[in-house]
Structure formats: structure tokens, C-alpha cells
């Protein structure tokens, strides 16, 4: 089971207010990432981070601002929440699985964002 | 057109049929596949993971890639009510790497 950890799960906010999606990974994993995804529809990559200090933005465009300055945490930041980001934010991490020897990523059980 | 494509479904089955689930890619530079079981108001979890083209089987879960035809397939034997969800592909260039996911294909197996 992966020990990758989301909170708020759920969260309704007005709109303009400030909000930090919590993830932390206890695997050690360098990579992480930030996915959105609508009811019923597919999950697009807005942030990813291969290590401390490393930030890319993702293949969806995204007015939220990520940092990494501690390999566990992953911190996703709206400045001004807009009803239009009222989405289901999942996190996840990647690394080497001892027991399959390979690479996978894992996802949290993510947040439910509403903006009213 | 998206990289990663699936039929969004649903599909619906008799429990204890074959459930039968395919993706296309255009990407070539994809080595690695992966099937993803999201249930509603969930995370996804790794179901399947395969490297380059050929067949995989884990319990019921069977997942096969065809990189000639860019076709991944999971075929899901005696299905269970339990197997109701979202099933998720996804491909990536490198072990470890950023994934590309399809759009999802909503199962319901019916007691």
C-alpha cells in the first residue's frame, strides 16, 4: 500500500480566498506530481517535480504555483480560488518498488476542491 | 488529438463474463504501459504494469501491448461486482517518468 497522504480531502471555499492542497510521501520518492480531474473525465498533469527545488509545470496550464523544499512535501497553492477551479485534485508520487523492482506511481486519494 | 485514447464507456456486464478493455496511443516513444483502477471519489491504483509489446497475466488481469499497432488491451476473467470502476491507461517514455493517461472507461458489472 502507498503511504502517500492528501488533505484536505474535501474543501469548499468562497471565491478569492487563498488555498494550500496538502501531499506528503513517506516512500523517499525524488518524483511527484499534480494531476486535475473533472467528474468523469481523464486526469491532465499540471505540476511534476523530479527533487528538491525542481518544479516544472505540467501538459495543462494551470494558475496554481507548486514548491518542493523537502523531498515528502509537495504543497499546491491557489492564490485566489475562482469557481472555475472547482476540480478533484490528486497527487502522486513515482519510485522504485522493492518488491516488483520496477517504477511505479502512486496516487494519493486526492482533494475535492469547490469554489463557490 | 489526444495521445492516449479510450472508449469512455460505460460498459456494462453480467458478473462473471469477460470484461474487455482497450487503448490507443500515437506516441512511439512510449516503452512503458500501465492499466489504473479508480473507484469513484478515489485515487487510482496500479493494476497492470508492462514494458514494450507482449502479454502479462496477474490473477484474473490479463494486459497485453502491441507497440506495432500502438493497441494496449486488459482483459478482466470472471468478473466481479467489485470490479466496477473507472479503468485508467496510461503510457510513459522511461521507468519512473510523468505519465500520459487515457480518458478512462467506466465498468459496471451487474450481480
Known amino acids: 500500500e502507498a503511504d502517500i497522504y492528501q488533505t484536505p480531502r474535501y474543501l469548499v471555499i468562497g471565491t478569492g480566498k487563498k488555498i494550500t492542497l496538502e501531499c506528503s510521501q513517506t516512500?523517499?520518492?525524488?518524483?511527484m506530481y499534480w494531476y486535475q480531474q473533472d467528474p468523469g473525465m481523464e486526469l491532465h498533469l499540471i505540476h511534476y517535480?523530479?527533487?528538491?527545488?525542481?518544479?516544472e509545470k505540467g501538459d495543462l496550464s494551470s494558475e496554481s504555483t507548486v514548491s518542493r523544499i523537502r523531498t515528502e512535501h509537495f504543497p499546491l497553492t491557489l492564490e485566489s480560488a475562482r469557481p472555475s477551479h472547482t476540480s478533484q485534485y490528486l497527487c502522486?508520487?513515482?519510485?522504485?518498488?522493492?518488491?516488483?523492482?520496477?517504477?511505479?506511481?502512486?496516487f494519493g486519494a486526492g482533494t475535492r476542491l469547490s469554489v463557490l | 488529438q489526444k495521445e492516449v485514447e479510450q472508449d469512455p464507456g460505460p460498459l456494462s456486464v453480467p458478473e462473471g463474463a469477460i470484461v474487455s478493455l482497450n487503448c490507443t496511443y500515437s506516441?512511439?516513444?512510449?516503452?512503458?504501459f500501465m492499466w489504473y483502477r479508480q473507484y469513484s471519489r478515489k485515487g487510482p491504483e496500479l493494476l497492470m504494469y508492462?514494458?514494450?509489446?507482449g502479454n502479462k497475466e496477474d490473477g484474473r488481469f490479463t494486459a497485453q501491448v502491441d507497440k506495432s499497432s500502438k493497441y494496449i488491451s486488459l482483459f478482466i476473467r470472471d468478473s466481479q461486482p467489485s470490479d466496477s470502476a473507472t479503468y485508467l491507461c496510461?503510457?510513459?517514455?522511461?521507468?519512473?517518468?510523468?505519465?500520459?493517461f487515457g480518458g478512462g472507461t467506466r465498468v459496471l458489472v451487474k450481480p
Open positions: 502522486a508520487s513515482a519510485g522504485h518498488d522493492r518488491e516488483s523492482g520496477k517504477n511505479i506511481q502512486y
Open positions: 516512500m523517499g520518492h525524488d518524483k
Open positions: 517535480s523530479y527533487g528538491v527545488n525542481s518544479t
Open positions: 506516441n512511439s516513444a512510449f516503452q512503458y
Open positions: 508492462t514494458y514494450s509489446s
Open positions: 496510461a503510457g510513459s517514455k522511461a521507468a519512473g517518468n510523468k505519465l500520459t
